[in-house]
């Protein structure tokens, strides 16, 4: 663990319950600063929970956390005045224009007149949104919003900058220029916690990852070291039929011994496997079935396979923000 001075999210047995619910249950996280950290999990697994409570949304029930020195519950204002957190929806202003909403923020944040429109134009030409700055956010599309979001958070360049599910919803190339300004912000020394269930987003962006599943970190480490907790290789086939998905499957886990996930691609299945030998006597086996095979591979595994060794469920399901959502949110909000 760094030393305190280099950590810029400290966390001890932070726990948060809703009713019957423990949605938090022991949250212990290390975040060095300067560095962009995934957070994953499934959705439900407190992820957005944990997020709210360190942004200072949510009183913990137990346990302690410190964001850039300070304590979360203590030293509260403190902590908003250094942090931002964007969420799962865009949180501009609809019925003002691109520009309008930059400027708005920054007369907010103490800039001057001249001063807000100098950065609201600066930040518009930086996430490719010059063109429609004078166009109202109503008839932005999904990844403008969310470039737009991601610009009105840092109007004042924050020290932690908090993303949840950042590019859900967004077509690649959305996605894509999305993960260039995450880059961007962290090589200019902002810290960034990402929360996230696309798990190629973490491993394309994070330097540490935590799984949280039911409210715990299950497992830590860089994208490295969590791929190799669970085994040197991992067979990926994909079928020319994807009909002949599920007797690829039965096959397979016969063969192998192992579990068998199934690729989002209809086509596409893989399964832990070091052994290229037994790889390839799966491979045999399912060609005398008839079962027809496009290609095949043996490699590292990828994170989907760890999240599915760790959790035994893929990253998918109920929303987290729908299941941790209460009622009385504003009565658990810190004074």
Known sequence: MAADGALAIETTGLT???????AVDGVDLAVPRGSVYGVLGPNGAGKTTTIR????LLRPDGGSARVLGHDIVDEADTVRGL??????????DEDLTGRENLMLLGRLLGLGRRGARIR??????AFGLTDAAGRLVKNYSGGMRRRLDLAASIVVTPRLMFLDEPTTGLDPRSRNHVWDIIRTLAAEGTTILLCT????????????IAVIDRGRVIAEGTPGQLKASVGSGALHVR???GAQRPEAERLLARELGTPVRLEPDPSALSAPCADGDKAAEAIGELSRAGVRIADFSLGR????EVFLALTGRPAEGTSDAQQEQRPAITEEEPA
């Open 53 to 56: 409570m360190l942004a200072t």
């Open 301 to 304: 595994p990828s994170l989907d």
């Open 197 to 208: 269930q696309y798990l190629d987003e973490a491993d394309q962006l994070a330097e540490g």
């Open 83 to 92: 942090v931002s957190l964007t969420g799962q929806l865009a949180s501009v």
């Open 120 to 125: 609201a134009d600066e930040l518009l030409e």
């Open 16 to 22: 948060k319950a809703f009713g019957a619910t423990r």
């Open 239 to 241: 079928l020319l039929d």
